[in-house]
T-cell receptor, first 111, second 115 residues
Framework: DAKTTQPPSMDCAEGRAANLPCNHS???????VYWYRQIHSQGPQYIIHGLKNNETNEMASLIITEDRKSSTLILPHATLRDTAVYYCIADGGGSNYKLTFGKGTLLTVNP | DTGVSQDPRHKITKRGQNVTFRCDPISEHNRLYWYRQTLGQGPEFLTYFQNEAQLEKSRLLSDRFSAERPKGSFSTLEIQRTEQGDSAMYLCASSTPGTLSYEQYFGPGTRLTVT
């Protein structure tokens, strides 16, 4: 598993885009970047994943740099319900698919 | 609701007692995971099942912990002789085979408090 580094906390105004960075400079070629979030007192929730190309789904966009050493999760129009801890995970080498979580980034969306 | 369910949601027990938690995964998911989460930390992997076979156990899973998935459906996690250090949120997740296994669906967790 590649080590990931995320800022411990970020703030965002409601309705604005939230851009959450993640550094994964030791990522190997077969490792994907996954993002999960955990709203207070709930289990983590899968958001999005990518390998090389940028990805978009109904929840978010994932921008991966060309050298794959970092990525950014973008929530285009943050709402109060997006307040959560966001985890960036770089993995893909094992056969058991266990997730290795760090401490993540606490995103607080302010009204 | 067809999501992952866990029971109980909260458990308070006295040190030295045994506790058992249950997880019901999404019905078509053959992979099941247990994680433990302490305050301020991300979830930590405990163990993993593919169908009824337990294929990996973390070193965090001491001999006081045992997990089963007898028919490849629901799973139980038992902690014997609980200690205060066992106080945590115990999370269960399930997934389908292959690379999609990284898309794990988590239950709400069981919060254990050992007094």
């Amino acid at each position: 598993d590649a080590k990931t580094t995320q800022p411990p906390s970020m703030d965002c105004a409601e309705g604005r885009a939230a851009n959450l960075p993640c550094n994964h400079s030791t990522i190997s070629g077969n490792e994907y970047v996954y993002w999960y979030r955990q709203i207070h007192s709930q289990g983590p929730q899968y958001i999005i994943h990518g390998l090389k190309n940028n990805e978009t789904n109904e929840m978010a966009s994932l921008i991966i740099t060309e050298d794959r050493k970092s990525s950014t999760l973008i929530l285009p129009h943050a709402t109060l319900r997006d307040t959560a801890v966001y985890y960036c995970i770089a993995d893909g080498g094992g056969s058991n698919y266990k997730l290795t979580f760090g401490k993540g980034t606490l995103l607080t969306v302010n009204p | 609701d067809t999501g992952v369910s866990q029971d109980p949601r909260h458990k308070i027990t006295k040190r030295g007692q045994n506790v058992t938690f249950r997880c019901d995964p999404i019905s078509e998911h053959n992979r099941l995971y247990w994680y433990r989460q302490t305050l301020g930390q991300g979830p930590e992997f405990l163990t993993y099942f593919q169908n009824e076979a337990q294929l990996e156990k973390s070193r965090l899973l001491s001999d006081r912990f045992s997990a089963e998935r007898p028919k490849g459906s629901f799973s139980t996690l038992e902690i014997q002789r609980t200690e205060q250090g066992d106080s945590a949120m115990y999370l269960c997740a399930s997934s389908t085979p292959g690379t999609l296994s990284y898309e794990q669906y988590f239950g709400p967790g069981t919060r254990l408090t050992v007094t």
